[in-house]
């Protein structure tokens, strides 16, 4: 019985060094760096909304304006930029030869939820987050008729560091799971269109000073 304690306390001993040796979870910045700071640009190729019913609107090109908040930035999460001004080429197109304008409604804004050293696309540190408050106005016709409708919400995002001294960092939209809500739809041709939607873009962030992209950690 002695020996069976003897065993048993061991055990326990090895469990437990075991649990303290194990890294714990990364928890969620408290603070951010931003460098530098103050105004940028944001420049992207094709984007994409599509709703749930699998109807695509393209734009060619779309380009944005804002500033980053002087740091640290304290907060988890906490909003890293604002976005004072984004816009789409027009018209984009869409499905039964449709064409669209979206119109905006600013402020946006930028969050950071997490940050992973040494992720991302240039393995120079990524930062997970969301473009929240998003307010814009799809107007558009096709071969269905007129269609004029709502798009707000959030999307989910990631921000990818530059190479060193780069210019090549850049904030993805694609994927992440949120969607954006679809409403007041007026006009013949909303027939088709869904309820929500996701929206897929890749922007080159650029300070407006310096021309080079913002290194962001956490």
């Known amino acids: 019985m002695i020996k069976r304690s003897g065993v048993l306390t061991a055990i326990g001993a090895a469990v437990a060094s075991v649990a303290l040796a194990a890294p714990s979870a990364i928890a969620a910045p408290t603070s951010w760096t931003i460098t530098p700071t103050g105004a940028f640009t944001g420049s992207a190729g094709v984007t ?12 060619a090109t779309s380009a944005a304006s804002g500033s980053a ?38 402020p946006w804004q930028i969050w950071g939820l997490d940050y992973a050293a040494g992720a991302g696309t ?25 269609c004029t409708f709502d798009v707000t919400g959030k999307v989910a995002a990631k921000y990818n560091n ?6 090549n960092g850049t904030l993805n939209t694609a994927g992440g799971g949120l969607t954006l809500a679809i409403a007041n ?13 996701s929206f897929q873009g890749l922007y080159t962030i650029k300070n407006t000073a310096t021309g080079k992209s913002p290194v962001i950690s956490g």
């Open 162 to 167: 530059p190479s060193a001294g780069g210019s």
């Open 48 to 59: 994409v909304l599509t709703d749930n019913n699998g109807n695509k609107i393209q734009c």
């Open 185 to 197: 739809k007026v006009g013949g041709g909303c027939g088709i269109v869904g309820a929500t939607a």
């Open 122 to 146: 240039n393995s120079t540190g990524q930062v997970t987050g969301e473009i929240r408050a998003i307010k814009a106005k799809v107007t558009g016709s096709s071969l269905l008729g007129p």
């Open 69 to 106: 908040p002087t740091s640290p930035v304290a907060g988890s999460p906490a909003q890293l930029a604002s976005i004072s001004a984004i816009s789409f080429n027009s018209p984009c197109t869409g499905p039964f030869s449709s064409t669209w304008t979206v119109t905006t409604t600013v």
